[in-house]
């Protein structure tokens, strides 16, 4: 009787991946402190003249529904943040924005809230460019606040940085992510393609704009016209699979690594 009221085995018998929303909350408060914690953040904004507005957060959906089937127990995954960082995109209808300083903010208070119910290993996995600034920033403030705690590791990664795609698939243009762009087109065409408009006669716009190695400031209609960046015309759905097989395999051997820090920090510790 004892063991089918205890919310630890109750968990382990119900729930086989572990996402936030699915959970109570005597299961959420059973799992380990050093259970790595996944906020995957997106946004919804103008993906061109041939992809949806919620491309973004479409595609990291994707590919955390890859890992949390891979990962089953080992992460808690919360609810993906469709709200992100996208002033940039305001001149195109249907960008929905939290400005920078707001999306800081919130970024800040999920981690305070999640350290708050005694996790320790704080990941956020961003699908969209425009939260990697603010989203750096944010882990970067948080460590200062709690700068006395050495057991925490608090990370900010983009799916996309995991792999190098093109090396095991030749036929791919693109060499870096772009926007609305060949590589984010395939993805769509493999889990939504009734959502893809006609991708034959679109131009490819130049990802690049000048100017580097120096970081200039810009808005995205400074760097194109159509919406989109980079070659979409070049996309398919057989290419959108290699894709998401490559950065999922990618971010599942990352959080993996999220997984067992300590143990090496632990042990040299206490080595020394």
């Not at 924005?97 to 208070?109: F, I, T």
């Not at 090396?167 to 993805?187: F, I, K, N, Y």
């Not at 810009?218 to 989109?228: A, E, L, N």
């Amino acid at each position: 009787v004892f063991e089918s009221q205890n919310p630890a085995t109750h968990f382990e018998k119900r729930v086989a991946r572990m996402n936030w929303n699915d959970l109570t909350w005597p299961e959420i408060r059973s799992l380990a402190p050093d259970t790595p914690v996944v906020f995957p953040v997106a946004a919804i904004e103008q993906h061109g003249h041939h992809l949806p507005v919620a491309t973004d957060s479409m595609l990291l959906g994707e590919v955390i529904r890859r890992l949390s089937a891979s990962l089953e127990k080992e992460v808690l995954f919360a609810p993906l943040q469709w709200l992100g960082n996208s002033d940039h995109h305001m001149d195109f209808s249907g960008t929905l924005s939290a400005r920078p300083r707001s999306y800081l903010d919130l970024l800040n208070e999920l981690m305070d809230t999640a350290l708050a119910h005694g996790f320790r290993r704080i990941v956020f996995l961003n699908g969209h460019g425009g939260n990697i600034v603010p989203g750096k920033q944010a882990v970067f403030e948080a460590r200062q606040r709690y700068r006395e705690r050495q057991d925490l590791l608090l990370l900010f990664a983009t799916y996309w940085d995991f792999a190098r795609p093109w090396e095991s698939r030749p036929d791919l243009v693109q060499r870096s992510m772009g926007h609305a762009c060949e590589w984010e087109t395939s993805m769509i065409l493999r889990i939504a393609p009734q959502l893809v408009h006609d991708i034959s006669k679109l131009e490819t716009v130049p990802v690049n704009f000048g100017f580097e190695p120096a970081y200039r400031g810009w808005t995205t209609r400074d760097r194109t016209r159509p919406g989109h960046m980079g070659s979409p015309q070049f996309a398919s759905a057989e290419k959108g699979e290699h894709l998401f097989a490559e950065f999922s395999k990618g971010a599942e051997t990352f959080l993996r690594e999220v997984a067992a820090w300590g143990w090496c920090w632990c042990w040299c510790w206490c080595w020394c």
